[in-house]
């Protein structure tokens, strides 16, 4: 365990439903952070908040939505989903940001979801 | 825009052998480089960071090199077990924020008894 929990671990819904993914951290850290991993491409950031502060949106599309109410929990609120958002989520924490040693992240397990 | 590439994209070895997968980037102006594993349905676990100053970090049976200048890092796995089957991934921090990770596609390694 890495100390980062992702739930759920699958989800399907369709194009019209709404659902969020959540992500809480037990490591005290101050950042959090959204990840998309699809299908033979490489990851690619989507948020990042440091101190429940957004600080990056790597120009996500606004069906996606993330909430950060404390530095322990970080939620993807999804909205009018595509197919091609169909792909394995993945939430990463750090103690900070930028540089030093408090960069190093720690993932959770990922949130596998599947737009029909 | 920074862009890492892994060579090979997956790679099938007997028990026993010595690899080295590869990882190339584009910007030299890194911060720190990281190789990550990622077992299938899980997620990904840090190996090894290197920092911009440092060429090379080891860690049991992995080495981990990085040629800043000429963009560049090689993991080293010594005498391989089906356990270390997984995909490797190999990420950098830009200087300019540390924050930001750039991945490659990563190489799939299966070792077989």
């Known amino acids: 365990e890495t100390g980062v929990t992702q739930t759920p671990r699958h989800l399907v819904m369709g194009m019209t439903n709404k659902k969020s993914l959540k992500c809480e951290q037990h490591l005290g850290h101050n950042a959090m952070y959204w990840y998309k991993q699809s299908a033979k491409k490489p990851l690619e950031l989507m948020f990042v908040?440091?101190?429940?502060?957004?600080?990056e949106n790597n120009s996500v599309p606004s069906r996606f939505s993330p909430e950060c109410p404390n530095s322990s929990h970080l939620f993807l609120h999804l909205h009018t989903l595509q197919p091609e958002d169909s792909a394995l989520y993945l939430c990463a924490s750090s103690q900070g940001v930028g540089s030093g040693g408090f960069n190093i992240q720690y993932f959770g397990a990922g949130t596998r979801l599947s737009v029909l | 825009k920074q862009e890492v590439t892994q060579i090979p994209a997956a790679l099938s070895v007997p028990e026993g052998e010595n690899l080295v997968l590869n990882c190339s980037f584009t910007?030299?102006?890194?911060?720190?480089l990281q190789w990550f594993r990622q077992d299938p349905g899980k997620g990904l676990t840090s190996l090894l960071l290197?920092?911009?100053?440092?060429r090379e970090q080891t860690s049991g049976r992995l080495n981990a090199s990085l040629d800043k200048s000429s963009g560049r890092s090689t993991l080293y796995i010594a005498a391989s077990q089906p356990g270390d089957s997984a995909t490797y991934l190999c990420?950098?921090?830009?200087?300019?924020?540390?924050?930001?990770?750039?991945f490659g596609e990563g190489t799939q390694l299966t070792v077989n008894p």
């Open positions: 910007d030299s102006a890194i911060y720190n």
């Open positions: 990420a950098v921090s830009e200087e300019t924020s540390g924050s930001r990770l750039t």
């Open positions: 908040y440091n101190f429940k502060e957004q600080t």
């Open positions: 290197i920092q911009s100053s440092q």
